[in-house]
């Protein structure tokens, strides 16, 4: 018996001992802060979130750089302002001679045209995608073209491996630009004409070896044809210096986008990260896929320090949910004068935790500080007792979709179709009361969608006031006096963070107020996303934070067809204010046209309820100097102090 | 006792293939989009690329990628986080819960046996204290008991790092944390089997004739007292090695759990899947082994086996 303890005390001793050899300790960094989950990526291209992007803007240089204190684009690897020609359509970046990447080779117009060419990728499938796709001359056609060949390369691979496909897949084959060379390939194997979407399993079975070929040619003809087709595109790398840019519409705010870092260069070195097949720098479906592991830092055996970056710092360690560590990239411009030599982003999945850490003393700056007591740190901030507590107001709203498209939503008669229904419940929402008795923690009270104030030269339009006796009426004239004749109303939010308290007390006062019966549906963040995808709510809870500087940043979601649309608002008068916009020449009346597109919209036909903007609290160890708040939470380190 | 051996690994092998196909079946049947990872949308046609590209587009050919994987010992990519695969996840993860694992497992045995033993023995105020120690470990849950150390020896005393990993400090806040548990419900069924096993004839026999009463117990009781600790183990040190979600989550430790707990609340079918095979290989070993010392201590076991 005692042999067998003593066997299983020196197992796991010995497992202990083994175990521990992982373990060593660490040099402190200059400044060690609070990441509060792991990044999702490092990879610029596919960036959305922003602990990714915070990290992505100090290890690469884009045209631009945002000021942290006013948010206006300055000078970075190109020199601010750039040439604009007379119709605003041709945009010339000067890039300047000093930038170079980590390994010390000068940084050029043509990394940026990949850089900007991997984000329009279908394979990327970058969330701001856009920037480019929406903006710059035949980038969206090339875009579209390479989507549509990667769809029949994966049905026509499919086919060849002897899968079978399904309605959806065999349409893309007759839809595809290349259908008529896949009708003639088929029917020479088949020695008869027969309509793609007509192929029956045991056809396709019979035909597999003349898949192969067919998805062979239609792959090489691809392949040989991609760079002629972006040529089109109007992204020109004239000489290592000068990048001209055409847009198809006026884009006044694309310095703006030039700063953020999804536009970041891409070093040639990328490039032998990617998948190949048959000889094409593409995978078998057509994509453009590379090796996941090309942003982990790795030293090659020539001594080169991977990934190779451009920015202020490089990346020297990615710990998987533990940290990212960066360091002074040597061959900056201004690589002696940054004082803040090293940085490390601490993963704490806790905010508890974090917090902890932060008063303890082991972290020295925490982004947003997001404890279940917020409401007592907000307060704590407000009092003036802990001035490193600084409550920094935030371009981003809380606020609800009404479901304006669907007439019956889950069996039920849907009233939000009605302008005047959905008018109706906005004013009878008190706001005021929500930010400072529910929240409690400096929130403003939303009565537009852009958050007043954080997009420099917006004049906000006059918001909705609480009226809960107008919205009475309002409800009366549309044929729901007192509420009488209303359906339940069905109410779907996110569970987490403050959502469920917040959506409760919104249904309370519309109960109290319209004589509403509400229906709260909260879900979990996937499911939510699947509900709201699918337009299964009457009113759904939603957020939006500002990407740039410019009111389109929130207006554009609240265009029809828009993909980020999920009220299914369409309005006809409001698609054409911004399109006049679009294609305003004088910024104040650009301006104006949008403030009265916001009215239109938020105010008179209520597609939205905007309920609160948020504001955040960032922790910031006194001694740090150089980290300013500001309303994106964009901290460029290369300009902070740090005192011990 | 080899044809035991090989029965149970083959059982083994049965199950480890039924939890994989159940965890399949589950994971592509759950609603949500693993691909969306933020607010925005995705353009249909990317998503179909994406689709294509990750073989979700078609559970049959999604499940023989996964499979042939499995068969290389590859688990394949993850959605959540492109630039890893879930083998490199893993191969982060495991080494850190199985560190935090066994020294949890360690301090539970060191703190439950010889606190259960003593409590069987001794019934007075000792017993009674032993008993609210062990009923405390097994009420109290891990985030209050994880964030009270943490206050206590990281804010105000500040002899352990608050939270992280990479250092021998920060190893005994978790630990603690961890096996306070485990260490109770050791203890509980140390005193229960002693109990029972003072009762046992043989121990009278034994007493009668005369061999000192320290030489009894610890030679005699204890061993048929230790069987039931001996079979908790095995599921209770797996369960310790692939970690714990709270545990993790409060000392920011990088280990499996939290892989658990968000791969599928982001319906990552691959890390999820990845996660319960280790999981489910890890307790089927575990109880493997435990059933073997079972037998290679208590030859009844092994008797019974041989039929």
Redesign the interface.
């Known amino acids: 018996?005692l042999r067998?303890?003593i066997v299983?005390?020196i197992a796991?001793?010995a497992?202990?001992y083994i175990?521990?050899k992982?373990?060593?300790?660490?040099p402190r960094p200059d400044l060690r802060y609070v990441n509060s989950s792991?990044v999702?990526?490092?990879?610029p291209a596919?960036m959305?979130?922003t602990q990714d992007l915070r990290l992505a803007l100090n290890l690469w240089e884009t045209l631009y750089a945002c000021d942290p204190r006013t948010l206006k684009p300055v000078s970075a690897a190109a020199e601010f302002p750039p040439e604009i020609s007379a119709d605003g359509l041709t945009w010339t970046f000067r890039l300047r001679e000093d930038g170079r990447w980590s390994d010390g080779a000068p940084v050029t117009a043509a990394d940026f045209v990949r850089g900007w060419r991997r984000l329009i990728e279908?394979?990327t499938?970058a969330?701001y995608?856009f920037f480019v796709t929406d903006y710059v001359e035949g980038a969206a056609q090339y875009a579209?073209w390479r989507?549509?060949a990667?769809?029949v390369l994966?049905v026509l691979s499919?086919l060849a491996e002897g899968?079978s496909i399904n309605e959806e897949?065999a349409s893309v084959l007759a839809t595809a630009e290349c259908a008529e060379i896949v009708r003639r390939a088929y029917a020479e194997a088949m020695g008869n004409v027969a309509e793609p979407e007509a192929l029956s399993g045991a056809r396709i079975a019979r035909a597999v070896l003349a898949w192969g070929e067919l998805h062979r040619r239609v792959f090489e003809a691809h392949a040989a044809e991609l760079d002629a087709r972006f040529a089109r595109v109007g992204l020109e790398a004239v000489d290592d210096q000068t990048l001209i840019v055409r847009f198809r519409r006026p884009c006044p705010f694309f310095a703006d986008l030039a700063a953020f870092p999804v536009l970041a260069p891409m070093h040639p070195s990328v490039e032998e990260h990617r998948e190949r097949w048959r000889g094409a720098p593409l995978?078998r479906?057509g994509?453009v896929?590379y090796d996941?592991?090309w942003?982990?830092p790795v030293k090659t055996s020539d001594g080169a320090a991977r990934p190779v970056t451009n920015g202020p710092y490089r990346l020297i360690e990615w710990?998987?949910?533990?940290s990212v560590r960066l360091e002074v990239n040597p061959h900056h411009r201004d690589a002696s004068q940054i004082a803040c030599r090293s940085v490390e982003a601490?993963?704490?999945?806790?905010a508890?935790?974090?917090l902890?850490?932060y008063?303890?003393g082991?972290v020295d700056f925490i982004p947003t500080v997001e404890v279940s007591y917020d409401h007592a740190i907000f307060r704590l901030a407000e009092s003036g007792d802990r001035p490193d507590f600084q409550p920094t107001p935030l371009a981003a709203t809380s606020f609800f979709n009404f479901n304006c498209a669907d007439a019956e939503v889950d069996g039920r008669a849907n009233p939000f179709v009605d302008a005047r229904v959905r008018r109706a419940f906005s004013l009878a929402l008190d706001r005021e009361a929500i930010a400072r008795h529910v929240l409690q923690r400096g929130d403003r009270p939303a009565r537009t969608f852009i958050p007043p104030g954080t997009l420099p030269g917006y004049d906000t339009p006059e918001g909705i006031p609480f009226d809960p006796e107008g919205g009475r009426r309002l409800l009366e004239e549309a044929g729901y006096p007192q509420g009488r004749g209303l359906p339940v109303i069905d109410v779907l939010f996110n569970t987490s963070g403050a959502h469920p308290v917040v959506s409760q007390a919104i249904a309370r006062q519309w109960e109290t107020h319209l004589g509403a019966r509400v229906e709260l549906r909260g879900k979990?963040?996937?499911?939510f996303?699947?509900d709201k995808?699918r337009r299964r709510f009457m009113i759904s809870q939603?957020?939006?934070?500002a990407d740039y500087n410019d009111p389109t940043t929130f207006l554009d979601v609240l265009a029809t067809g828009n993909?980020?649309n999920d009220s299914g608002y369409a309005s006809a008068e409001f698609d054409a204010l911004l399109a006049q916009a679009g294609t305003a020449d004088d910024p104040e009346a650009r301006m104006r046209l949008l403030k009265e597109a916001e009215a239109t919209a938020v105010v008179r036909d209520a597609a939205i309820l905007p309920v609160f903007h948020y504001t955040s609290v960032i922790a910031v160890r006194e001694g740090v100097e150089g980290l300013h708040p500001n309303s994106r939470l964009w901290f460029p380190f290369s300009g902070v102090t740090v005192r011990r | 006792m080899i044809r035991y051996v090989m029965r149970r690994v083959g059982l083994g092998v049965l199950t480890l293939a039924c939890v994989y196909a159940v965890t399949f079946l589950m994971t592509v049947s759950v609603p949500g989009n693993p691909l969306q990872s933020s607010e925005r949308r995705l353009a249909p046609e990317v998503e179909a690329a994406l689709r294509a590209r990750y073989d979700v587009d078609h559970n049959g050919r999604y499940f023989l990628q996964l499979f042939s994987g499995l068969m290389r010992l590859d688990f394949g990519p993850t959605f959540q986080y492109p630039d890893w695969s879930c083998n490199e996840i893993l191969a982060q993860a495991l080494p850190v819960s199985v560190l935090l694992g066994l020294s949890a497992m360690l301090t539970a045995v060191l703190i439950g046996v010889p606190l259960g033993a003593w409590s069987a023995v001794r019934r007075g105020v000792a017993g009674a204290a032993a008993t609210t120690l062990a009923l405390l470990g097994t009420c109290v849950p891990t985030f209050i008991t994880g964030a009270c150390l943490l206050l206590c020896f990281g804010v105000w005393l500040k002899i352990a790092p608050v939270g992280g990993w990479g250092t021998i400090s920060a190893l005994p806040l978790p630990t603690i944390t961890l096996a306070l548990p485990f260490a109770a419900y050791i203890a509980r069924l140390t005193r229960v089997g002693m109990e029972e096993a003072l009762r046992q004839d043989f121990i009278r026999t034994a007493l009668a004739r005369g061999i000192p009463e320290r030489r009894v117990l610890w030679g005699h009781a204890f061993p048929v007292a230790f069987l039931p600790v001996l079979s908790y183990l095995g599921p209770a040190t797996a369960q310790a090695l692939t970690g714990s979600f709270v545990v993790e989550k409060v000392f920011s430790v990088p280990g499996m759990g939290q892989h658990f707990v968000n791969a599928a609340l982001n319906r990552d079918a691959g890390l999820l899947i990845a996660c319960v095979t280790v999981y489910a290989a890890l307790v089927i070993a575990f109880n493997l082994a435990v059933d073997l010392v079972h037998a290679w201590i208590d030859p009844r076991v092994r008797g019974e086996a041989a039929t």
């Open positions: 018996m067998a303890v299983l005390l796991l001793l497992g202990v175990a521990g992982w373990i060593s300790p660490r792991d999702h990526t490092l990879d596919r959305s979130w279908p394979g499938a969330d995608a579209s989507s549509e990667v769809g994966t499919r899968w897949q995978t479906e994509l896929v996941s592991r942003t982990r710990r998987f949910k533990r601490a993963v704490f999945a806790d508890n935790s974090a902890l850490a008063e303890a082991e979990e963040s996937k499911a996303a699947e995808a939603a957020n939006w934070y993909g980020n």
